[in-house]
């Protein structure tokens, strides 16, 4: 088949869809860190007071938690594959990070399981902390968004402080402020600048 030649305005409209494209693929909206950033912190936080007062069984939000983000899973599978918006080009940017949230569930699978199976959970957070960071740290890195690079060590500085604490309810404490460092205050940044450079 031959190629079709494209006119001025052809070229012009083309350059500028990839210009617009390259400057959204650049861009996070946030709401996803400041979502699950919040369900984390109130799971800590909520445990933290719980140990402290005996209301319910340990892990009781933890297991809430759990159950909301099957609830926000299966609401996200619905609406891929029966509210699919128009198919658009997908970007390099947006393969990586496809390939990059697969890795961390699997990851975050495997952690969960082990402190299921033996591994104590006051250890176990410092290694979902460990993994937290190095998720945020790629998302900033490739975003280049300096927020999240500093939340990102942040994060591991709470997950080897989470390494010496002798109490469940300190390693919650350092969970929490984990996940306030690495996911709310840097979701709430990224979504004002793109609410702003939307608007």
Not at 16 to 23: G, N, P, S, V, Y
Not at 125 to 139: D, P, R, V
Not at 156 to 166: E, N
């Amino acid at each position: 088949m031959e190629e079709k030649e494209l006119t001025h305005s052809d070229s012009m409209r083309l350059i500028e869809q990839m210009i617009h494209t390259a400057k959204q693929e650049q861009k996070d909206d946030g709401k996803g860190w400041i979502i699950w950033g919040w369900l984390l912190f109130l799971a800590s936080v909520l445990t933290f007071i719980n140990l402290r007062t005996e209301w319910f069984n340990a892990f009781y939000f933890w297991n809430l938690f759990g159950l909301a983000s099957l609830l926000l899973l299966a609401y996200e599978i619905v609406r891929y594959f029966f509210f699919k918006r128009k198919e658009r080009v997908k970007t390099y940017t947006q393969d990586l990070f496809s390939k990059l949230n697969t890795g961390f569930f699997i990851s975050l699978m495997l952690v969960i399981f082990s402190m299921n199976l033996g591994v104590l959970p006051i250890k176990g957070f410092a290694l979902l902390l460990g993994l937290y960071g190095f998720w945020i740290l790629i998302y900033g890195a490739v975003l280049n968004f300096r927020p999240s690079i500093i939340g990102a060590y942040i994060t591991w500085g709470c997950a080897f402080a989470s390494l010496l604490v002798l109490k469940f309810e300190h390693t919650m404490l350092l969970h929490a402020a984990a996940v306030l460092c690495g996911y709310i205050i840097p979701g709430h940044i990224a979504n004002r600048e793109f609410n702003k450079q939307k608007g």
